[in-house]
């Protein structure tokens, strides 16, 4: 009876294991836009961002951005998300 319900439990967690690793990883490129961020190195025009606790290679084609400011993303391309500041620059 164990033997049975072990070789049972073996049999689902292996299927269900497989099923997972045979997945393709899946970015929602909608979900990362409009989130917001912060700079973790100046953004020169490229460097590097913190959104959602994960650390993304981006890069700003409008202006330069400093060190620890507040981002917002704009596109995602790829692997690299393409910022700009949360606050637009009061001229």
Same mark, same amino acid.
Request: hydrophobic letters at 40%; aromatic letters at 8%.
């Given at each position: ?7 049972? %439990?073996?049999? $689902?967690?292996?299927? *269900? ?12 490129? !909608? ?16 460097? %590097?961002?913190? $959104?959602?606790?994960? *650390? ?12 620890? !400011? ?22």
């Amino acid at each position: 009876m164990i033997v049975a319900a072990f070789l049972t %439990y073996e049999i $689902v967690t292996f299927r *269900l294991g497989r099923r997972a690793l045979e997945r393709k990883p899946v970015i929602w490129s !909608e979900a990362m836009v409009g989130r917001c961020g912060k700079t973790t190195t100046s953004l020169t025009p490229d460097g %590097y961002v913190q $959104v959602n606790g994960e *650390l993304w290679h981006a890069f700003s084609s409008d202006t330069n951005i400093n060190e620890g !400011e507040d981002i917002v993303v704009v596109e995602l391309d790829r692997l690299t998300l393409r910022v700009a500041p949360l606050q637009a620059p009061k001229k």
